[in-house]
Each structure stands twice: as structure tokens, then as C-alpha cells.
């Protein structure tokens, strides 16, 4: 074949964080308005503007979630049925919590009752509140190694519980991506919308975009000083068979840092996840809210990409045998199957692309009051 197994290797483990940070860019403004739907708006109108702005997008924005679920399961088997396996309940929830979306954007107004509204409205909170966190605890715990082994005929046994998922480290990640998200989702309605509600989205951000920065931060010195990282001493084929007991690994202090010491080119990924939270303060101030959301962007696709780049070449690390932990070289798809897949995604990647791009240029603009229909239920 045309490329090594090495090198597609890295080729997926790099495509499977573009879908993570295409998630995260795309979908991650809409959750960030459903989480902060009490705060940005104070009345009917001004939720219905809110929902408005996201309503023509919600759905083609989690094709990345979907993509990225796809792909997972046919580049890293291993990494789909173990992850999916030992975090089965906060998966669960996630899912109930994604599922409200669809459900309260199409029954919200439905009827015109107060109750019936603010019962859905609840339910949208929810759903961009739940994801947002648990999202962010689980890279927490991956970072943490989380308590699983393989036996002999590698069938995953996982010995971790649902609350134990829940440790301050998680936590705390769980807290820099909501506020991540927040940030994000508040430019984006800042960009979207007009008057009193932009002018809450504008300090919302403001607001969401110090707070993260703090985080962020503070997780950075947990990492460095409170936390053992992972290191392969021995076993570790690049182009070998994707058995994870072939090798052996250790736990040492400063292991999730190494990566930025052997290559200083990584250092962009968190220099960009302050530069654009940064750049998005600033940008709000200005009164610049287009540029604020690229810089928004930006900052989201540096953090992400700041987890992935200090775990690498680990996936899911094991805290309960670390031997047992799937990495990059170990845990992937054949050979053949990883280029037949490159060649799939080549040619529809760009599809979406465009087809995401059209669909924004279609609903450019502004979204206000007098847009909406105060009397029509649908």
C-alpha cells in the first residue's frame, strides 16, 4: 500500500481529533445557548430568538459527534468497545440529554401554555448542560487512566463505577468544558442577535472566557505537579499488531508534559487556547463579534487539541494495569481498513465541509423579534 501502517496510524488518531475538535467547535455553540437559555434571555420572545438561531443547525452540527462515534468504531475497535463498555452510564446520560434537544426544539412551541414552555425550556438547559460536562470528564478521567483491564483472549473488563468518574480532576476538566462552551455559545448569539440579548451574550462570554482561562490554568499545574502521566518502556511496535499486552508501561510524575519538551511545536495547541479566549475578549469589547467567534474557535480547537496532543500516544490509559492501556500503535483497525477508511473520508469530509458552509451562508444574518410570529404555534 501506498502508506505505511505507522504513518496511518497517526493519520487517524489525528482525524479522530479533528472530528472531536469539529464537534466541539460546531456543536458546542449550540450547547453552550441551550446551558445558559435562563441567563441569555429573560422572556418568551427572547428564548424563541435564542432557540431561533440555533434551530437550522443543531442537527447538522452533531454530524460530527456521529462521525466521530463512526469512526471510532471502525479505526479503533478496541478504543469503541472498551470506552463504551466502562463508561456505559455517563454515555447513557449523555444520550438521554442529547435526545431533549430534537424533542424540546420541535415541542417547545407547540402550545402556547407558560408551563408547557418552561418545562421544555428546562429540558433544553439540560441538554446543553449535561454534554457540555460530561464531556469534559471524561478526557479528565482518560488523563487519570481509568480502571480497566484485558485478560488473556483481550475481552475488556472494566472495575469502575459511575461516581468514581466524578473526582475533582474530572471535575474540574468537566468545568473547563462547559465554560469552554459557554464562551462559545455566548459569542455566537452575541453574532446572531440584537439589543438587550446581545448585550447579555457579549458579558456572558466576557465572563465565561476569564473564568476558563483560570481553569484552564489551574488544570494545566494539576497535570504538571499532581498527576502521573503514562510512559511505554518497552514492547511498543509502530507498525505491529494491535495487541496492547504486547507491551509494557509504567506511571511517572510529568509524563503528560513530555511531549511538549520533545517537540515544542505542540506548545501552540494550549498557547492557542489562551491566545483565542484572550483575542475573544478583546474582540467583544471591540464590537468585532464575527472575528470574536473565530478567535472563540480557535480557543475551543486549542484545548481540545491540547488534551489529545498530551495523552498521545495513549487513547485510554489504564489505571488498574497500565500494560493494559491502548495507544496509538496498538489498538487500531488493519492495515487495509484504515486506508479504505482515508479513502471514505477524503471524499465525504469534504462534502460536509461544504454542505455545512452553505447551510451558514443560507442563514447569515441576524435574528430579532420581528422575525417571529408571537402568534403561531408549530
Known amino acids: 500500500m501506498p502508506i505505511d501502517y505507522e504513518t496511518l496510524r497517526v493519520i487517524w488518531w489525528a482525524l479522530m481529533g479533528i472530528l472531536l475538535i469539529g464537534f466541539a467547535v460546531m456543536d458546542g455553540f449550540d450547547l453552550g445557548i441551550a446551558a445558559l437559555l435562563p441567563y441569555l434571555s429573560r422572556n418568551d420572545t427572547e428564548r424563541r430568538v435564542l432557540l431561533e438561531t440555533i434551530e437550522p443547525v443543531w442537527d447538522g452540527n452533531q454530524v460530527w459527534l456521529i462521525l466521530g462515534a463512526g469512526a471510532s468504531f471502525a479505526a479503533w475497535p478496541q478504543l469503541y468497545a472498551t470506552s463504551f463498555s466502562g463508561f456505559y452510564h455517563a454515555l447513557i446520560l449523555?444520550?438521554?440529554?442529547?435526545?431533549?434537544?430534537?424533542?424540546?426544539?420541535?415541542?417547545?412551541?407547540?402550545?402556547?401554555?407558560?408551563?408547557?414552555?418552561?418545562?421544555?425550556?428546562?429540558?433544553?438547559?439540560?441538554?446543553?448542560?449535561?454534554p457540555s460536562l460530561v464531556f469534559g470528564v471524561a478526557f479528565g478521567n482518560l488523563l487519570l487512566g481509568?480502571?480497566?483491564?484485558?485478560?488473556?483472549?483481550?475481552?475488556?473488563?472494566?472495575?469502575?463505577?459511575?461516581?468514581?468518574?466524578l473526582n475533582p480532576f474530572a471535575l474540574l476538566c468537566g468545568l473547563v468544558s462547559l465554560t469552554m462552551l459557554m464562551m462559545h455559545g455566548s459569542v455566537y448569539a452575541a453574532l446572531k442577535t440584537t439589543g438587550e440579548i446581545a448585550a447579555r451574550a457579549t458579558k456572558a462570554a466576557t465572563l465565561a472566557a476569564l473564568v476558563l482561562i483560570v481553569l484552564f490554568t489551574l488544570g494545566g499545574l494539576w497535570i504538571t505537579f499532581g498527576i502521573d502521566?503514562?510512559?511505554?518502556?518497552?514492547?511498543?511496535?509502530?507498525?505491529?499488531?494491535?495487541?496492547?499486552?504486547?507491551?509494557?508501561v509504567i506511571r511517572e510524575t510529568g509524563a503528560w508534559i513530555a511531549n511538549y519538551g520533545t517537540h515544542p511545536w505542540t506548545m501552540l495547541a494550549p498557547g492557542l487556547g489562551y491566545a483565542g479566549a484572550l483575542g475573544t475578549i478583546a474582540l467583544l469589547r471591540a464590537g468585532a463579534n464575527g472575528l470574536a467567534f473565530i478567535t472563540s474557535a480557535l480557543s475551543v480547537a486549542g484545548i481540545v487539541a491540547t488534551a489529545g496532543l498530551s495523552l498521545f500516544p495513549f487513547i485510554m490509559p489504564s489505571s488498574s494495569d497500565p500494560s493494559s492501556s491502548l495507544t496509538v500503535w496498538d489498538s487500531s483497525s488493519s492495515h487495509l481498513t484504515l486506508?479504505?477508511?482515508?479513502?471514505?473520508?477524503?471524499?465525504?469530509?469534504?462534502?460536509?465541509?461544504?454542505?455545512?458552509?452553505?447551510?451558514?451562508?443560507?442563514m447569515r444574518g441576524k435574528v430579532t423579534a420581528e422575525h417571529l410570529d408571537h402568534d403561531q404555534t408549530y
Open 146 to 165: 481509568t480502571p480497566f483491564h484485558f485478560d488473556d483472549t483481550l475481552r475488556p473488563f472494566y472495575t469502575g463505577s459511575l461516581f468514581e468518574l
Open 339 to 362: 486506508f479504505i477508511m482515508l479513502l471514505c473520508a477524503a471524499f465525504f469530509m469534504p462534502l460536509i465541509i461544504a454542505y455545512t458552509s452553505w447551510v451558514f451562508r443560507v
Open 229 to 248: 502521566g503514562y510512559v511505554i518502556i518497552s514492547g511498543a511496535e509502530h507498525g505491529g499488531p494491535s495487541n496492547p499486552l504486547y507491551k509494557t
Open 94 to 130: 449523555v444520550l438521554w440529554a442529547l435526545i431533549l434537544r430534537p424533542v424540546g426544539l420541535g415541542y417547545r412551541n407547540k402550545m402556547a401554555g407558560t408551563k408547557w414552555r418552561q418545562s421544555w425550556d428546562r429540558a433544553l438547559v439540560v441538554s446543553g448542560f449535561v
